[in-house]
Structure formats: structure tokens, C-alpha cells
């Protein structure tokens, strides 16, 4: 399985993307999908969730109320409002052991290969 990240650019703070994320196979179709974000020099960190069916999502509390995560038969998305400078990163989508979102990377099998997010000042 393979996932591709796309979306991800360059932006004014308070500015808005829209991240997508697909995957080769329909295997995240039954899984949750996170969003997972990391900037220079620091941890990768979770951003934002959404359970097989888009029933339940969860959100890191330096987004909520900014990003919205969504999903439909082919893809995953990431809405992402009043972009901040600290939202600059690499974002990458990944593909869940379980059908219900975790805010802990563990919990993710598949991952893909990241989309720069530059928000400037």
C-alpha cells in the first residue's frame, strides 16, 4: 500500500490548503487515517484523525477550531484554515491499524511520503 500526500505549498499566515491524500489501495478504506506533521529540528507530531466511516475525528489542540479533516471513497483531506507560521512542516498522511482514529504514530502502518507546508510570516 502506498499513500501520496498532495496539496501542500506555499501560504500567507492566515491563509487557507486543502491537503488530499490517496492511496494505492483500498486498504485504508476500513482503517482510520491520521495527519501527522514535522518541522525542522522537532518531533513528528499528530495533527488530525478521522475513523474508517468519518463518523469520529479528533484533532491536536493546536488546530482545533482551523482544521478540518474529512474523508470520501478515494481520498482523505485536510482542510486547513488561518494558517499559522508553527503550522510549517512536512505533512504526511497515514494509513491506521484500526478502524478508530489515535493522536500516537504507532498506530499507523502505512504512511506516505510527506507534502511541504510553508506558511509565511
Known amino acids: 500500500v502506498q499513500l501520496q500526500a498532495s496539496g501542500g505549498g506555499l501560504v500567507q499566515a492566515g491563509g487557507s490548503l486543502r491537503l488530499s491524500c490517496a492511496a494505492s489501495?483500498?486498504?485504508?478504506?476500513?482503517?482510520?487515517v491520521g495527519w501527522f506533521r514535522q518541522a525542522p529540528g522537532k518531533e513528528r507530531e499528530f495533527v488530525a484523525a478521522?475513523?474508517?466511516?468519518?463518523?469520529i475525528t479528533d484533532y491536536a489542540d493546536s488546530v482545533k477550531g482551523r482544521f478540518t479533516i474529512s474523508r470520501d471513497s478515494a481520498k482523505v483531506y485536510l482542510q486547513m484554515n488561518s494558517l499559522k507560521f508553527e503550522d510549517t512542516a512536512v505533512y504526511y498522511c497515514?494509513?491506521?491499524?484500526?478502524?478508530?482514529?489515535?493522536?500516537?504514530?504507532?498506530?499507523?502502518?502505512?504512511w506516505g511520503q510527506g507534502t511541504q507546508v510553508t506558511v509565511s510570516s
Open positions: 497515514a494509513a491506521g491499524l484500526r478502524p478508530v482514529p489515535v493522536p500516537q504514530s504507532s498506530g499507523y502502518k502505512y
Open positions: 489501495r483500498r486498504t485504508s478504506s476500513n482503517n482510520a
Open positions: 478521522i475513523s474508517w466511516n468519518g463518523g
